[in-house]
């Protein structure tokens, strides 16, 4: 979790509400209960943890330490798929070690969202109910931590991945012959997040190409990636089915989901949005896609 | 008309048969009978005309000219989508005038292959039965000729153009405000090309997402963009029918021939292509897209 300065051609926020755990969990709590297990810092304000609340979402794993909360600073320009990081303080995060409360042990959905993947592991071994696992992860890993990372791909059954990490970690810059570079570390499934090019799906021998949603005014695209993630997981978890059919399904709520957060600014968006509007741009996604 | 030396990551070719006029051609021979206008200068192989003729194409609207062929030579590295240009030698292109010969003047569909502008608003105000009319561009023209380019624009059907063209031409990076701005310009369509992204076509109103093939080997991407819309000419020429929904499936119908070209150096993919493996490519991409 997170505190975020943001700014986009569109203007700029100030210790916005952010992270990826928290994009993650408000994006599943449109389709199910949610624990988040987090760090923040004693200047962490408590309204956030309110409006967790109030969405559903069980904070009992947010741990409170001493010092500041996590803090990103990062700007867009002209190209909005590009987020430029001004500054990133660590401050309560260099020290996380993530501790599973024993009510969230048998959660059977686990994301783990983009940080170091020894600490994906630790966290992932202390939920002994999963039976669906999924991370995330981001370029700094994958330059630093690549045996680790390559280790825990190995241990989940989705990898969400956007597209130039998957072409820096398997070093080319075709993305199918990424995916089933991946696929050979372990997981069942590997989503390649391309922004406003949509998503590719990547399961034994299938592949599912999702739309992006065509948005006339991209404001700020800070935890489209994380609401993607999250919301895949939420309807996985809400359906219980994790055959490829229920992914495509997954990932288009998680395109659907994905595309609402860049329309404004961090989760402003995410806040008012109703399942009504989800399932919405679900039926816009069939006409945007039909052909006779 | 061209002769191409390219070299990409997995081989090279010299001198092979290339332009944009030869690549649309091509692929539209695959629906509908077609004619062909260009220059070539006395160093171009019979073979080639041999080969076009052998397809169907008309070839009586290709001048041989005093000179030399126009060549072009080019270079793929890492990233396949982008082509850097090593040599443009204009030779008899030069001084290309376009005369459509009499026979030809009665064509209903008529695509104008990317060039000069003027030289487009020149070819197309010969073809007197045109009832569907298109063009393509590049960015040169669109830094060099901007205004004629946009008057052209409003004197076609359909615009067929580049993600990375459209953002220059209307000088904003979202593709949707783009679009929109290049609809203002008069044409009915305008067909976005984002290459191994898929394509966008935008009507009024309208907005279709059309997916690329997932493709593991891309050899040569050389002329898929003339093939897409050469493919997508041919379709409405065959069928007849330039609405909506008509446009969609001829999008699709470029996308699967462009995404064969890419298979291999040149034309060499699309002179063994059957109308049955374009069928196939078709199939492939309902299953690649559908989700319940």
């Known amino acids: 979790m997170a505190l975020d300065d943001i700014r986009t051609p569109f203007g700029e926020v100030k210790g916005a509400l952010g992270g990826a755990a928290t994009y993650a969990s408000v ?8 624990g988040i297990v987090a760090v923040v810092g004693e200047d962490f304000p408590r309204e956030h943890i309110r409006f967790l609340r109030r969405r559903g ?4 794993g947010v741990k409170f330490a001493k010092g500041k909360t996590f803090r990103w600073s990062g700007l867009y320009e002209y190209d909005m798929n590009q987020a430029h990081t001004l500054k990133t303080e660590l401050n309560v995060f260099s020290k996380f070690s993530p501790e599973i409360p024993e009510e969230f ?8 969202g983009n940080i170091d993947p020894e600490i994906q592991m630790a966290a992932l071994r202390q939920a ?7 991370l995330d992860t981001m370029d700094f890993w994958i330059a630093g931590k ?7 791909m190995g241990e989940v059954d989705a990898v969400f991945i956007n597209d130039a990490e998957a072409r820096q970690l398997c070093r080319t810059h075709n993305l199918v012959k990424a995916a089933k570079g991946i696929m050979r570390m372990g997981p069942d499934f590997v989503v390649i997040k391309k922004g406003e090019h949509g998503a590719l799906l990547f399961s034994d021998g299938d592949c599912f190409v999702a739309p992006a949603f065509p948005l006339e005014d991209v404001i700020d695209p800070t935890g489209a990636g994380d609401s993607f993630a999250g919301a895949v997981m939420g309807w996985l978890a809400k359906t219980g089915d994790t055959g490829e059919r229920n992914m495509r ?13 860049a329309e404004h600014f961090g989760l402003n968006k995410l806040k008012t949005l109703t399942m009504k509007d989800v399932e919405d741009r679900i039926r ?6 039909k052909f006779e």
């Not at 994006?27 to 949610?34: D, I, L, M, R």
């Not at 042990?105 to 783990?112: Q, W």
């Not at 002994?128 to 999924?134: E, I, L, R, T, W």
């Open 57 to 60: 979402i069980d904070t009992g």
């Open 284 to 289: 816009r996604f069939r006409e945007l896609t």
């Open 27 to 34: 994006a599943a709590s449109f389709f199910t209960s949610v």
């Open 146 to 152: 690549r045996k680790k990372l390559v280790k825990a």
């Open 105 to 112: 042990r048998g959660a059977e959905f686990v994301l783990l």
């Open 249 to 261: 399904k997954a990932v288009m709520y998680g395109s659907a989901i994905a595309s609402y957060d």
């Open 128 to 134: 002994k109910g999963a039976k669906f696992s999924a």
